[in-house]
């Protein structure tokens, strides 16, 4: 298991890009066979996974976010981050980031979650 931190601005206006970034404290995002995950949770729904970053730079998408979502990492720092564009405010909720190793079924570490708003 790693340690992770999730920081972001908490409230964003529509339209606007949010920027997220998750800290390891623990442990490299370059470790073999780990992916790194943004997840979100809106509020009163369940969890939805919306991309992934892997050890080895590879990056996927879930469909519904893929036009306005990037993820990206600075190895040096172990931090992972996430934009969003053209936000709405169905966009609020809970926004996470985990990491799973190859062939788990399970993610073996989470942060804490950040609070987004999303409202003018």
């Known amino acids: 298991q790693v340690q992770l931190q999730e920081s972001g601005p908490g409230l964003v206006k529509p339209s606007q890009t949010l920027s997220l970034t998750c800290t390891v404290s623990t442990g490299s995002i370059l470790t073999a066979h780990t992916a790194w995950s943004w997840i979100r949770q809106p509020p009163g729904k369940g969890l939805e996974w919306m991309g992934v970053?892997?050890?080895?730079?590879?990056?996927y998408y879930s469909p519904s976010l893929k036009s306005r979502t990037s993820i990206s990492r600075d190895n040096g720092k172990k931090m992972v981050y996430l934009q969003m564009d053209s936000l709405k405010p169905e966009d609020t909720g809970v926004y996470y980031c985990?990491?799973?190793?190859?062939?788990?079924?399970?993610?073996?570490?989470w942060g804490r979650g950040t609070q987004v708003t999303v409202s003018a």
């Open positions: 970053i892997a050890y080895d730079g590879y990056t």
């Open positions: 985990a990491r799973k190793l190859y062939g788990s079924a399970d993610y073996d570490s």
